[in-house]
T-cell receptor
Framework: GDSVTQMEGPVTLSEEAFLTINCTYT??????LFWYVQYPGEGLQLLLK?????DKGSNKGFEATYRKETTSFHLEKGSVQVSDSAVYFC?????????FGKGTSLLVTP | GAVVSQHPSWVICKSGTSVKIECRSL??????MFWYRQFPKQSLMLMAT?????????EQGVEKDKFLINHASLTLSTLTVTSAHPEDSSFYIC???????FGPGTRLLVL
């Protein structure tokens, strides 16, 4: 079945460092891909998405490109802030409910 | 974007009682809603798919008699945790198709 694998955390970075969180997927069709962010004690917020190959989703300085050839959707940000500390979930939707990765915890220190 | 609300946001109950959680789509109609559960420091796991006007579809390992789902209208789905036990304590989150937006979640603590 469809699945998502994302890098294990926690990831600890200094403020203004470059962030990459890897995400790869397995799907039989052509899924839509998503990144969600969850701040402590809160629900999920959609961060960005891409619906077809080579699409780039972007929001709040975060970017991810839908790479069909490598079945990847890595999340990147050029300069992280303390306020970016959260758990990030990669997910795919192949026409049904969302299928989530295990989440990657990010801690950004001043 | 599309808004999904949940109520209540927090609930504490005694073991053996039943708890109802509501999920509403505020600015669109949703024939299908999804219920997820998230244990601490874990990912979201799909529990069931709620279909307006028909029976819900449950994922393997989810007890349909324990987690009752009612999708009586195009904007409301309810999840009732019957005879709750401490192991049911979790964060319950809904989403509504075709939106990929989620409700804010309901944190359930069973004492």
């Amino acid at each position: 079945g469809d699945s998502v694998t994302q890098m294990e955390g926690p990831v600890t970075l200094s403020e203004e460092a470059f962030l990459t969180i890897n995400c790869t997927y397995t799907a039989t069709g052509y899924p839509s891909l998503f990144w969600y962010v969850q701040y402590p004690g809160e629900g999920l917020q959609l961060l960005l998405k891409a619906t077809k190959a080579d699409d780039k989703g972007s929001n709040k300085g975060f970017e991810a490109t839908y790479r069909k050839e490598t079945t990847s959707f890595h999340l990147e940000k050029g300069s992280v802030q303390v306020s970016d500390s959260a758990v990030y979930f990669c997910a795919l939707n192949s026409g049904y409910a969302l299928n989530f990765g295990k989440g990657t915890s990010l801690l950004v220190t001043p | 974007g599309a808004v999904v609300s949940q109520h209540p946001s927090w609930v504490i109950c005694k073991s053996g009682t039943s708890v109802k959680i509501e999920c509403r789509s505020l600015d669109f109609q949703a024939t299908t809603m999804f219920w997820y559960r998230q244990f601490p420091k874990q990912s979201l796991m799909l529990m069931a798919t709620s279909n307006e006007g028909s029976k819900a579809t449950y994922e393997q390992g989810v007890e349909k008699d324990k987690f009752l789902i009612n999708h009586a209208s195009l904007t409301l789905s309810t999840l009732t945790v019957t005879s709750a036990h401490p192991e049911d304590s979790s964060f319950y989150i809904c989403s509504a198709a075709p939106s990929q937006y989620f409700g804010p979640g309901t944190r359930l603590l069973v004492l």
